[in-house]
């Protein structure tokens, strides 16, 4: 099992991969961010590092997000969008705008205010620590009523073309934009709490796109930068940026210019730039047809020091939890690659600072649920890759048993259904990177019911049941999970996930994966942004998997134009318009059947 692409993160990958215990390929830090069920990753969610499942996927940061394409073309000129209030905004007490998102945006015009627009859904776990651990404050409900704060739902109508129109798609995600609609900002799920309304008060001062912002830092010289820019930058979600664009080569580069030059006494943002900056230093290390290296003998003695430094402060550890609990690794063999006391004693530093946040009651639970990857990272580097063919070696008895306490004292302490329902998936991601699957199972069937969208937690039962070798408990458990599902992108997700599920697990039974297909194509085809964002990229996944599917059968190839051929019945229902990128072409393109999988003759 390896953690997900980041919280700060998102990549396209398969709906199911092979599963393998490994921490330190792919997390929250390196640059993706999707917040999806398990089983399901590329378009999810994510500013927040999401733990590890079935080899996943999170994202984590890694790519971040699906589809980030900008469909103008295809959105009615005065398409109206519910803007809905979260369920547990009156105790929030946030003044979410009632209205549609035309309506939001013309109000902002209006009043000349800022837009605070979150994106998210009730089944995503990092919503749920965002909510949790920032929107309940009473400091940033203070700071809500400065912006038009807006809750775009994404199963709301036509959330998904707006998602779209904003380049959006990982949930959560946060934007900050100008009185005029244009982004300024993407915040980051994982800002701490105490920093959250300095970065909004910064973005207030500055209201234009963070390309500007940044390269109006570097034409000044960073050292004379105005603080609340660089405060910004070090707060802007780089794992779902959609404007500034940098390669992993330039966005090292930049993060490298903007540590060096900030200065000592702006020490919290100084820490996040060098959290950002090791994070990629380290995955362009890793690549293999690198021949110079990343960073120079000088420039590892400092960076070693400063991150000694970060582990055993207390202030700048907890501004930096993922990067503390996800990063050991990789962090470590980047700054201290050869065996000896150099590397101990930075083993030592990162195992104690894991073990601070652990015990540190000022954090949320899901924090320090985190931590105890730590040791587990630590653990799985000690042991070394294993040979090809090979399992993984089984984690320490003491690494297990700091697991199996930190996941008992959080199913005691988390009882609150919305804060359960980001915690749970934590703390299933640490049992099975642990290799404690079927402690998994016994909790995810403990407490499924409750958290506040029991179906994401069934989707992890059917991985558990398919890694467990029960292929008709496994699709029972995805079926039951799209059953169950609420909200119509919210069952597509989930629907195409139990079809893709039935093709990979049952194959042969043409007659379910065809009556499965068109029952959830149908729902799809009744609403307005079936082939908008996450939609779409959900479409363009399954379209894959049909072609794969039925690549050497004549009656699977028949199934694939059967199902294709009553898509295709629906299509001239949605917009048309200039381009080739409309809905409705991308309907026909997909009901069109390419070559391979065409009626047979």
């Known amino acids: ?37 398990p089983n399901q990753l590329e378009d999810q969610f994510m500013s927040l590092p999401l733990p590890p499942a079935r ?49 939001a945006f013309a109000t902002a015009k209006e009043e000349n205010k800022p837009l605070f627009l979150y994106w998210g859904a009730v089944w995503c ?109 070090a707060n802007y979600e780089w794992g779902q940026d959609r404007t500034v664009e940098l390669s992993a080569e330039e966005r090292f580069a930049t993060f490298h210019q903007l540590y060096e030059g900030t200065p000592q006494s702006l020490r919290v943002v100084k820490s996040h730039f060098l959290a950002n900056m090791l994070s990629d230093a380290a995955g362009l290390a890793a690549d293999e047809e690198r021949s110079e290296p990343v960073l120079t003998g000088e420039q590892v003695t400092a960076y070693r020091a400063a991150v000694q430094t970060l582990l055993s402060d207390r202030e700048l550890r907890n501004a930096n ?32 600072a894991g073990n601070a946040l652990e015990n540190d009651d000022s954090l949320s639970a899901m924090d320090r649920v985190y931590a105890v990857y ?20 089984p984690m320490p008895p003491e690494v297990l048993d700091a697991v199996r306490h930190r996941i008992a004292w959080a199913n005691d302490t988390v009882t609150d259904e919305g804060e359960l329902q980001g915690v749970m998936n934590v703390m299933l991601g640490v049992l099975e ?76 039974d043409i007659e379910l994966i065809e009556k499965a297909s068109s029952e959830i194509l149908e729902e799809l085809l009744q609403n307005d942004d079936a082939f908008a964002n996450r939609n779409q990229s959900r479409v363009s996944r399954l379209d894959s998997a049909y072609d794969e599917w039925a690549a050497d059968s004549e009656e699977r190839k028949a199934a694939v134009l059967k199902i294709r051929t009553e898509v295709g019945s629906a299509c001239e229902r949605f917009a048309d318009g200039e381009g080739d990128d409309t809905p409705r072409a991308r309907c026909e393109s997909f009901a069109d059947p390419a070559p391979e999988v065409d009626a047979p003759v």
């Open 1 to 37: 099992m390896m953690l997900h692409a980041s919280l700060p993160l998102v990549a396209e990958t398969s709906d199911h991969s092979p599963r393998r215990r490994g921490i330190g390929a792919s997390h929250p830090l390196a640059l993706a961010t999707l917040s999806e069920t």
């Open 55 to 103: 080899g996943f996927r999170f994202f984590l940061l890694a790519t971040l997000l699906g589809s980030s394409s900008l469909f103008i073309a295809c959105q009615p000129a005065a398409e109206e969008v519910a803007v809905e209030t979260p369920a547990d905004s009156s105790s929030q007490e946030i003044a979410w705008f009632e209205g549609s998102v035309e309506e």
């Open 125 to 233: 776990p990092p919503c749920h620590y965002l909510k949790d651990k920032i929107f309940k404050t009473p400091e940033f409900v203070a700071q809500s009523r400065k912006f038009i704060a807006v809750y775009l739902d994404g199963d709301t109508d036509r959330a998904q073309a707006w998602g779209e129109k904003l380049k959006i798609s990982g949930y959560p995600t946060v934007l900050i934009l100008n009185p005029e609609g244009d982004e300024v900002m993407r915040m980051s799920s994982g800002i701490p709490v105490e920093e959250y309304n300095g970065v909004l008060d910064a973005a207030l001062t500055h209201m234009r796109p963070i390309k500007d912002v940044l390269a109006d830092v570097l034409a000044v010289g960073v050292a004379k930068a105005d603080p609340t820019a660089l405060d910004l930058l």
């Open 321 to 352: 939890p993922f990067f503390v609990a996800l990063s050991a690794s990789k962090t470590i063999d980047l700054l201290e690659p050869k065996a000896g006391e150099g590397r101990e004693a930075l083993i030592a530093a990162w195992l104690a």
């Open 374 to 393: 730590v040791p587990m990272d630590i653990a799985e580097m000690r042991a070394g890759k294993p040979a090809e063919g090979e399992e993984a070696a």
């Open 433 to 508: 990177s642990a290799g404690l699957e079927d402690e998994a199972k016994t909790l995810a069937e403990a407490r499924l019911q409750d958290t506040e969208a029991p179906h994401y937690y069934m989707s992890w039962l059917s991985d558990l049941e398919e890694s467990a070798g029960d292929k008709e408990a496994a699709l029972a458990w995805s079926r039951r999970a799209y059953d169950e599902s609420e909200g119509p992108y919210t069952r597509f997700q989930w629907g195409t996930s139990y079809i893709q599920d039935a093709i990979r697990l049952v194959p042969d």
